[in-house]
């Protein structure tokens, strides 16, 4: 009797066992077959509605205007470590004509370099208008930029300092989406917002999501100013 | 690869090659700016064919020869928007080699540049928002009202139906050279480099490089040329332009004028000129610190800087010195001198009497910003110098009295004192409104020939 229920409750065991096995296979197999639709969704949609990359936002609000963020990810053409070296190199060799440079521009919090994955990405947070700041390095330290499109693929028209307006365009494309604060921004039918993401994060899939900032509203300068640091240098 | 500017050489222009106002100001005292759609490009590539051939039967472009000393009766000048190149035919090759704030045009551009709320496109007279309507802006000086007429009635005529009027605008000069606001204008103009001096004030400021105006030279920045599309022929030498319809709220700046004098206790006339950085006569604050004094002479009156690192003799949220700091301190440091424009403006609507009483007369200034870059130059100085004031610590957040895009609630102008606390006024609106605004491309006169003639 005592062998009877032990194999009973055994029985039971392996039951429950098999049971959530079943439970989380079926789960497992209803999440893809969820996804594989919502993929299938998102290209009918994207064949019948193209996504529409919202614009560059321009704030209202002066403050708004200042620590803007540039997430510029360029595609390496032979990414590995012999490329990564030859960048360092590089970097390192024009480092006082880059910092310089910066300096030059004047409305740039920080600035850095990364090589990600297979990419080369420049990161930066600055003040004022994106096309101003792109064009302002351009003639600050264009030279460098050509040297660096030599390792990057699908490189602009070269050289940049030719061809600037071309050269913000190549960069605004490959910055990170950046998505407008106020949502009806994306479409004024707000039971709409979801697909219209949707089709946005499929047509850009590299996307900023937020961004925190300590002391909104206050320019380089400002900040300089404040510490007792040097902000201009007379013409 | 694309092919770059460098495979590309662009010769120098000479006066006769280029669009005469690009390069001095005609002191012809009437304008008409006209804005148009284009219906039918052929008839309108013959009449630009016979305007630049030579041929004194049809009235020819005006280049920048100097006529001598007979003032012909009306000069007339061309400029098209992105859209209104595609409306002639331009080949879509070409289209792609212009630079993206020309392409989108105005209309786009008008949050980055301030034109929100009563400025915004929406708000703007009717069809001038229209980028599909938008093509051409012919503009018209004269001597007389009647001359710009007659100089219109034959270029109707002669393009008949392949135009529509969109809108049209009419300006006449004030006396003394003065706009609504009272401010004698058109006192500072860039020097370009190989042309006559435009303007007899000579000022401090370095030449402006060929490429800073025409398009396929060296531009204003290090080792920079401005964007070239193709063909050479048609594009380079080229200028760009800023077509604006500004209303001026007259009344309400006098009335703060008067609210501000009365909360300061001092003279409307010095207010006046902390806003500007002049007086309203012309003179410079750097020149005439405490009081306007008589005009000065033209040909010293804008030979200065501003060495008052504090802004005690000019303010730094001065609209002169917001729109051209000249030699002083900046946050961009090699800005100075790289936003230049050269500024033809004339007034429209009639003249306000002394003590006259309100009227909704719309009154302002026909603006037009020449340039070889609307980025660089135009939007460089109306985004973030006259709004925003990035260029300075202590006026960033803070917009332009005179054009700033300002509401009442957050507004605020400050004016440096040398010995005490600063004067600060608030609470002020946006005297200027946008009723209208294009972005155009003014070909050179072979450019123009090109349009005429080549095989689209």
Known sequence: ?235 | MTQTNAQRPVPSPTPADVQGWVVRGYNLGHVRQVICTIHNPEPLRTFLGRATNGDPSTQQIQSGEHWGDVKPPSALNVAFTYTGLAALGVPARTLAGFPTDFSHGAPARAIKIGDVGDSAPDRWDAGTDDIDKVHVVWTIHGQQSDDIDAAWNKLAAATGSSMSVVASYDGSALADNKVHFGYVDSISQPHIESFERDNPAPDKQPVAPLGSFFLGHDSQFEDVKFDLPTPTEFVGNGTYNAFRVLEQDVFGFEAFLRRAAEETGRDPEWIAAKICGRWRNGNSLEQYPDHQGEPADPATRNDYGYPDADGSICPIGSHMRRANPRDAAIVQRAANHTRRITRRGMPYGPLIAPDQEPDDTPRGLLGNFLCGSLTAQFEGVQYDWINLGLQHPSITGTNDVLLGANEELTSRFTIPMPDGPDLVLSGFPRFVRTRASTYTFLPSIPGLRWLANAAM
């Open chain 1, 1 to 235: 009797m005592v062998a009877l229920c032990q194999a009973g409750t055994k029985h039971k065991h392996q039951v429950a066992r098999q049971q959530k096995f079943c439970g989380e296979h079926m789960v497992k197999i209803w999440d893809a077959i969820v996804r594989r639709f919502t993929r299938l969704l998102i290209r009918y949609w994207a064949a019948k509605e193209p996504a529409v990359i919202p614009p560059r936002r321009y704030s209202q609000a002066l403050g708004d205007n200042v620590q803007q963020t540039m997430n510029l990810i360029m595609p390496l053409a032979h990414p590995g470590p012999e490329t990564t070296a030859k960048l360092l190199e590089l970097l390192q060799f024009r480092v006082d004509d880059l910092f310089g440079g910066l300096d030059v521009v004047g409305t740039v919090h920080f600035a850095r370099f990364d090589v990600i994955g297979s990419n080369l990405s420049m990161i930066s947070v600055y003040d004022g208008d994106f096309e101003t700041y792109i064009r302002d390095f351009i003639a600050a330290f264009g030279d460098i930029f050509d040297d660096i499109m030599a390792f990057v693929k699908n490189p602009p028209p070269l050289p940049v300092g030719d061809n600037p307006s071309a050269f913000v365009d190549w960069v605004n494309a490959r910055d990170l989406l950046q998505l407008p604060q106020d949502s009806t921004e994306l479409t004024d039918d707000l039971s709409l917002l979801s697909r219209r993401l949707l089709l946005l994060f499929d047509a850009k899939p590299e996307v900023q999501l937020g961004v925190y900032r300590s002391y909104p509203g206050f320019s380089v300068a400002q900040i300089r100013q404040a510490l007792g640091l040097e902000w201009e240098q007379k013409s």
